[in-house]
């Protein structure tokens, strides 16, 4: 009895053939252990070995395989085919972001934005060794450790509509990672992050639409985040108003 197959329509783009980018379709064996990152490898093993994309883990811990699956922001590495039966599966890549070749994106503009919000604990003077390490409790780690699991796979990047429309827009896994560390009672940069981030290109662009909490594979709920933050910058401004209102 011949395998049962899937199609995957993969969006191909080779910038050195000067053509728009257009989708061709590979058939793959349809696995029950296997999802759309295998099909992939399939693909560029054994049928089309110029296939481009980006993966290391396989197993949802580097982030790297993020794509469009359908439409949606997902990892490659955790989406089954047999989630897509009897398909087809349209696999793009990850949506605003420029496409270096088929499946791998630009993402400079990430980093850049990462690196802005310092995503490190950041002390103006670090104590002496000798006097042992910075203790934390469990319900100070509580409060921000849900946003440790960010792993930098920027679907929740392409799930928010603002960044699409605004590139200069932090975007959510930046703010939440800035959050994180706010929220770190190690941490001291709290200030110069928020001089950073309480701008049109900060906090106050995102609209709470959701959408890279629902995208996130990890839970971090960026939106939460940001929500939170934007609290803090509420009650910061209020606080500096009524100093000068005082003087």
Known sequence: ??????????????????????????????????VVLDALNHIKDHIDGTLSYRWSCRMGVCGSCGMMINGEPVLTCAAFLTKYAPGPIRVEPLAHF?????LVTEVTDFVDKLKHVKPWVVREEDKPLEEGEFKQTPAELSDFKSYTM???????????????????????AALALAQRYNLDNRDE??????????????????????ECSEACPKDVDPAGAIQRYKLAGAAEWWKSFITRKGK
């Not at 009895?1 to 064996?29: C, H, K």
């Not at 796979?153 to 928010?160: D, F, N």
Request: aromatic share 10%.
């Open 1 to 34: 009895m011949a395998e049962e197959t899937i199609t995957i329509e993969v969006l191909r783009y080779l910038p050195e053939n000067g053509a728009e980018p257009e989708f061709q379709s590979y058939d793959v064996p349809l696995r029950s252990d296997w």
């Open 150 to 172: 960010c792993i930098n796979c920027m679907l929740c990047y392409s799930a928010c509509p603002v960044y699409g429309l605004e590139p200069g827009f932090a975007g959510p």
């Open 98 to 102: 420029p496409v270096v070749r088929d």
């Open 189 to 210: 940069g709290n200030d110069e992050r928020m001089a950073r981030l309480s701008n049109d290109e900060g906090i106050w662009s995102c609209t709470m639409v959701g």
